[in-house]
T-cell receptor, first 119, second 109 residues
């Protein structure tokens, strides 16, 4: 069974540019959630999509957006990149939504992440 | 200061020992989750708490809403418990998830 695939794995962008990251969930999973991980801030929740609808959203500026397609693949877009956006961006795939009240045994599978460097 | 603080950052124990991992938070929450992340990256939800205490096998989680503190206990620890344990809270006002930095637990045989 294929795992969660994130592309690209590494990306270097210039301040002011925009970037789109992709996440392909495990087959049959309907939920994709996105996270930013930095050494200073740790893991931070960006948003979750479930059946093409944004189900939950973290506390990030509007420059961070996402969408989910009918095949559950999800994309995350960051516009007007800032140096502080340099981070590892992780997506997680789960059968059901898990960020707004999930219980014991709900499992989310994380991709390897996309390491974004903004210069 | 991080809104969700975990302690300790790293913990090494001998098999069979009783383990406690702590989580303190400074925001109003609607729920607190304990997660387990193994080296392979998969994350499992262990508990979701909004009050009191829950038990699942050798795992016990407690929360004190007034003191804004939660603990995860593992009884009779085993090497397979070795993982990173992460405390995550769902904030009350805007349904935002905030994560602790994680506690890396190593249980030696």
């Amino acid at each position: 069974k294929a795992g969660v695939t994130q592309t690209p794995r590494y990306l270097i962008k210039t301040r002011g540019q925009q970037v789109t990251l992709s996440c392909s969930p495990i087959s049959g999973h309907r939920s994709v959630s996105w996270y930013q991980q930095t050494p200073g801030q740790g893991l931070q929740f960006l948003f979750e999509y479930f059946s093409e609808t944004q189900r939950n959203k973290g506390n990030f500026p509007g420059r961070f957006s996402g969408r989910q397609f009918s095949n559950s693949r999800s994309e995350m877009n960051v516009s007007t990149l800032e140096l502080g956006d340099s981070a590892l961006y992780l997506c997680a795939s789960s059968l059901d939504g898990w960020t707004d009240g999930w219980g014991i045994g709900t499992e989310a599978f994380f991709g390897q992440g996309t390491r974004l460097t903004v210069v | 200061k991080n809104e969700v603080e975990q302690s300790p950052q790293n913990l090494t124990a001998q098999e069979g020992e009783f383990i406690t991992i702590n989580c303190s938070y400074s925001v109003g929450i609607s729920a607190l989750h304990w997660l387990q992340q193994h080296p392979g990256g998969g994350i499992v939800s262990l508990f979701m708490l909004s009050s009191g205490k829950k038990k699942h096998g050798r795992l016990i989680a407690t929360i004190n809403i007034q003191e804004k503190h939660s603990s995860l206990h593992i009884t009779a620890s085993h090497p397979r418990d070795s993982a990173v344990y992460i405390c995550a809270v769902l904030t009350y006002n805007n349904n935002d998830m905030r994560f602790g930095a994680g506690t890396r637990l190593t249980v030696k045989p």
